[in-house]
């Protein structure tokens, strides 16, 4: 259990370090003016998407739903557990948000300035004050 518990973490890390960067790149790429920068950004989002992002977030929640399969009586009936996970199902949508967002640049269709990915980049954090919280201290409510 306790491997599984060690690359659950291992996992949570490698996908909020792509969650915490992916939305700044999105600033640059909206403040690029020269084809060849915008160009550069676009390679960049789509390595971190696909090649950190994404099987980091599909390793979170395997690995995290193997943990719970270990002991689901008390997973289940824990309210920090169910908070927690109500966590990570917003973080699954933020995660296709930035999705969403990367084709749009893409596509060069996104009406969104850089200021509104700048607050954007801040929500995981917020996210993730709350799973450690909870996670930690497992507060009786």
Known sequence: MLWIK??????VICWFSAIFYLPRLYVYHVLSDDQISIDRFMIMES?????IMT???????????????????????????QLKLGFVCG??????????????LRENICDKK????????????LVMVAVVLLVVIKPAI
Do not use: D
């Open 6 to 11: 060690a690359f659950h973490i291992i996992a």
């Open 91 to 104: 973080l699954l949508v933020y995660h296709y948000l930035c999705w969403h967002y990367m084709m749009q």
């Open 47 to 51: 390595k971190l998407f696909w090649g």
């Open 114 to 125: 850089h200021r509104f990915f700048r607050f954007f980049n801040e929500v995981p954090v």
């Open 55 to 81: 099987p980091s977030a599909v390793a979170t929640v395997f690995l995290g739903g193997w943990l719970i399969s270990l002991n689901p009586n008390y997973f289940f009936s824990a309210t920090w557990m």
